[in-house]
């Protein structure tokens, strides 16, 4: 807690501000996340639309964000990325607010797709945050962030199961839209427009690497191998519960524990990797990619083999704690290879990247856990850890001839 107070006033109030929104914000849109099963199972008229709309109504958003942040990147550079959080929020909060009163599986589907392409908060809220801070530890920016997002997604799931013990889910939903809308005041009224220095005319500087400047940054390949390891951890996003069942016969409260505890893993790591990375050239940070990537495939094959519910448990804790290295380290080099004028589009793209990977995570895992059973699902996820293992390696090796350094140099 000490570690975390100080990091938020080493920042900035902006960036303390910052946090609290996106961590208010996120936890709210994510009251409903888990529940969403139950309310659509009961507006269902068969267990094919259930099967599809159970699918849809975490995929439809996803899409929505894929298809549309890169636009509202460019708009943001446009028009100013606070501009764009505003936005974002609102439309957030008038789709959540019509979702409250939608009766129709189709309707909620379509809505929840609106609600994706009206979206696009974190995007905009790294660029700004990037601008407020002069470009100043980018990796611990972007790792704050993600932890805000990961502790108000776990908060946001508690108050709505609370809200769900007592009312129905229309209360949640509406509850959610108002947070949202109290957000979108917020922000409008608090955050202040970025320095009048915070544009092309001023190279910010780079505390992720010194050196960034001298290496041919691989943009198409980080983002590759972000998607990749994103895809790899959304495997499992559909099938977990099943497959705690189907395994381990654990109750629902093991279960949720367990799946909170790769969140818990990452909110805890995120901001030491931070630290361990701060200051690092690009050859350093891609060696340790290649690391996680294989640990990652490690524990994901070991988790998938055990039949010891404890052991499970510490390796989910484990694979947690690994992805805390992962995507805000990756955008922290992206966003530092990227001139200032264009980190709202490029952050924007890295957002797209994300959901399409994590919409082709979902897909393949309902996939193959449909086709080869639930006991497929884990050998699928390590075997994309595979895959980017291979690319994080052929990324270390080609940003190694530049600098003609290793990975410890």
Same mark, same amino acid.
């Given at each position: ?152 997604? /776990?908060?946001?799931?508690? &108050?709505? !199961? #609370? ?5 129905? %889910?229309? +209360?949640?939903?509406?509850?959610? $839209? ?118 990652? /495939?490690?524990?994901?094959? &070991?988790? !998938? #083999? ?5 052991? %499970?448990? +510490?390796?989910?804790?484990?694979? $947690? ?89």
């Amino acid at each position: 807690m000490t570690n975390a107070v100080a990091a938020l006033r080493g920042f900035g109030p902006v960036f303390a501000l910052l946090f609290g929104l996106q961590f208010i914000s996120m936890g709210a849109m994510e009251m409903s996340g888990p529940f969403w099963p139950i309310h659509i199972r009961a507006l269902s008229s068969s267990d094919s639309v259930f099967s599809l709309a159970g699918i849809g109504v975490y995929v439809c958003p996803m899409l929505g964000i894929s298809l549309t942040s890169a636009f509202w990147g460019r708009m943001g550079d446009r028009y100013g990325n606070r501009l764009m959080m505003v936005r974002a929020l609102a439309g957030l909060a008038v789709t959540q607010l019509l979702v409250a009163f939608a009766q129709d599986v189709w309707t909620i589907l379509a809505l929840r797709f609106l609600q994706g392409a009206c979206a696009g908060y974190i995007a905009p809220a790294q660029a700004y945050g990037v601008q407020v801070t002069g470009g100043r530890d980018r990796a611990g920016l972007f790792a704050w962030l993600q932890v805000a997002t990961n502790v108000g997604s /776990l908060g946001g799931a508690f &108050l709505g !199961g #609370l809200i769900l013990d007592a009312l129905p %889910f229309t +209360a949640v939903n509406l509850t959610a $839209g108002v947070v949202c809308a109290l957000c979108a005041g917020v922000a409008w009224a608090t955050l202040p427009a970025p320095p009048a220095g915070a544009d092309a005319t001023r190279e910010p500087k780079e505390s992720i690497t010194p050196e960034i400047a001298n290496v041919d940054a691989p943009l198409s390949g980080l983002l590759v191998l972000m998607g990749m390891l994103l895809a790899s951890r959304m495997v499992l996003q559909v099938p977990f519960s099943l497959y705690m069942t189907d395994v381990f016969n654990a109750h629902h409260s093991v279960a949720g524990l367990s799946y909170g505890l790769l969140a818990f893993g990452f909110v805890i790591s995120a901001p030491m990797w931070a630290r361990l990375f701060e200051g690092r050239a690009l050859p350093y940070i891609l060696g340790w990619s290649v690391l996680i990537s294989a640990v990652c /495939l490690i524990v994901t094959g &070991l988790a !998938g #083999l055990t039949r010891s519910i404890s052991l %499970f448990m +510490a390796l989910y804790f484990i694979w $947690g704690a690994l992805l805390g290295g992962t995507t805000p380290v990756l955008l922290s080099l992206i966003s530092a290879a990227t001139r200032s004028d264009r980190q709202g589009s490029v952050l924007g793209l890295a957002q797209t990247c994300q959901q399409a990977a994590s919409v082709a995570g979902i897909i393949a895992g309902v996939v193959a856990t449909q086709w080869f059973g639930l006991k497929a699902a884990f050998p699928l996820v390590a075997s994309l850890y595979g895959v980017s293992f291979l690319i994080a390696l052929g990324l270390w090796l080609r940003s190694r001839r530049p600098l003609g350094k290793g990975v410890l140099s």
